[in-house]
C-alpha cells in the first residue's frame, strides 16, 4: 500500500460546505489527525484510526501524519475551513522532508468567506486576511500590519481575535482601528457560522465593544465604501 | 411558489470542489443567471432555463435575478469560485431593493484558495487579496495599495492580473514589487487551477515576467519568510 497525507479543509461547520473532494479523501482514508474538535467532525468506521491532539502541538501532529504515510497509511489531516489558511498545511511543510510521501492540500471553505456569505458581501473588493493571535508573532508587527491595512483601505477579516490568554489585545486592536478608520466604519462579528449557534451582528466602530468577540467569532471590518444595505452589509466593487 | 435567489460560487473548475449546498441550490432551481462561461458549467435539464451573459453586465444580470425571484422563480446566480470574492454577490446588493426577495449566499472555493492549495501553503500567514483589473478602480490605488501591502509584508494574492486592455498594467505592477520586496521574493502563477489546462510556476520577482500571467491566473506573491520546501512553497505561520 502507498500512503499518502492530505491536509484537507471540512469548512466552518456545517457538513452541506465539505466538498465532495475532501468527502473522497475521508472515505479512503485509514487515519485521520487533528486537533480534537475537528477530528470529533469525522464520523468513525472500521478501519480508520482517529488521532486526536490537543491545541498548539501542529507540528508534532504534522510529524505522526508524515511518518504515518512513510508506513503506508492514507492519512486525512483535518483543519476546520480552510487548511492553508492559519491551519495545518503551513505546519506541515515546516517539518517536511526530502523523504516525504505524496502530499496533497484539499482546500475547504475558509471562516471568513463563510461569514462573508452569512454577512452579505462586506469583502466584494480588495481585502486582507490577519490572525490576531500573538501566540506566533509579536503584538507590534500585528500593529503595524493593522495600520497599513487601514491607509491601504482594505477590508479586513480577523481570525482569532480574542482568548481567555490576552484579553486585552483585542480592546487595542479596536483602538487603532477606531484612530485609522473613524468611528461610523463597520464591523462585524460573525460567530460559529453556519452551525446551530451562530450569531452574526454589524455596528460601528463606535460601538464595538471587545466582549463582542471570542474564539470562535471572525471579525470582519468594512472599507471606507462599506455600507448597509437591509439586513446586509456590502463593499461596492468600484472604488474611486 | 416563493421565489429566491442563491448567489452561488462553482468553485475554480473541478467538479469535486463544488459544495453540496451549491449543488442542493442547483437542483432545486428554476433559473440560472450568470457569465456566459459559469453558466456553461451547468447540466442543462428539463425545467431548468438558463439566462447566459457576457461580462460586464453584472449589474443588468443582478436586476434580472431578482426581477425572476419575484416574480416567484426560484434562481441561482452562477459565480466562479467565491461568489464574495471579485463576483457577483456585491453586484446584486448593488441594486437590491426593499421589496426584496429572499436571498441567499452560497460561498465557494475561491481562486487564490485552490491556487495555494496546489502550490503548498503560501497564504498560510496573514494575507491580502487585490483585484488587479482597473476598470473598477484608478490605477494611482492599486499602487498605493500594492505599496502598503509590501510595507505591510503580507502575502498577496491578485486576481485578474493581466487582460488584452491593458497589457502594461502588470509589468508596473511587477516593477513595484521588486522596488518594495527585493528580487529575491517568491512569486507563482497559478493558470486554470484544477482543470485539465491547470499549469504552476514558481519564480522569483527577478525572472517574473508579465507573459507568465492572463486573465485565468492567479498569481501569489510571498512574504519575507515565504520559501520553498521541494516542489512546494509555503509561508511559515510564525512572524519575527
Redesign the interface.
Known amino acids: 500500500m502507498t500512503g499518502w497525507v492530505a491536509v484537507a479543509g471540512l ?1 466552518p461547520g ?8 475532501v468527502r ?1 479523501a475521508l472515505d479512503q482514508a485509514t487515519d485521520v489527525v487533528g486537533y480534537i474538535p475537528y477530528v470529533a467532525r469525522v464520523a468513525p468506521r472500521a478501519g480508520l484510526v482517529l488521532h486526536a491532539s490537543d491545541n498548539r502541538v ?1 507540528l508534532d501532529r504534522a510529524r505522526l501524519a508524515l511518518d504515518l504515510a512513510r508506513d503506508g497509511r492514507r492519512v486525512v489531516v483535518v483543519s476546520s475551513g ?6 495545518m ?6 517539518v ?1 522532508t ?1 523523504d ?1 510521501p505524496d ?1 496533497r ?6 471562516a471568513m ?2 461569514a ?3 454577512l ?12 490576531l493571535s500573538d501566540n ?3 503584538w507590534p ?1 500585528i500593529e ?2 493593522l495600520r ?2 487601514a ?4 477590508a479586513m477579516a480577523f481570525y482569532n481575535p480574542r482568548s481567555k490568554a490576552r484579553p486585552e489585545g483585542f480592546a487595542r486592536v479596536l483602538q487603532i482601528l477606531r484612530d485609522e478608520c473613524g468611528p461610523e466604519r463597520l464591523i462585524s462579528f460573525a460567530r460559529a457560522v453556519s452551525t446551530a449557534q451562530e450569531s452574526l451582528l454589524t455596528v460601528t466602530l463606535a460601538e464595538a465593544t471587545p466582549q463582542m468577540a471570542d474564539m470562535r467569532t471572525v471579525v470582519i471590518v468594512g472599507n471606507s465604501a462599506t455600507r448597509r ?2 439586513r ?1 452589509v ?7
Open positions: 469548512g456545517d457538513e452541506a460546505l465539505v466538498t465532495p473532494q473522497a501542529e480552510d487548511p492553508g489558511v492559519f491551519a498545511a503551513s505546519a506541515l511543510f515546516e517536511v526530502d516525504a502530499i492540500i484539499l482546500p475547504g471553505i475558509t468567506l463563510a462573508a456569505a452569512r452579505g458581501a462586506p469583502l466584494g473588493h480588495d481585502f486582507c486576511a490577519i490572525n506566533l508573532k509579536p508587527l503595524r500590519r497599513l491595512a491607509q491601504a483601505d482594505f444595505a437591509g446586509w456590502y463593499t461596492p466593487r468600484s472604488a474611486s
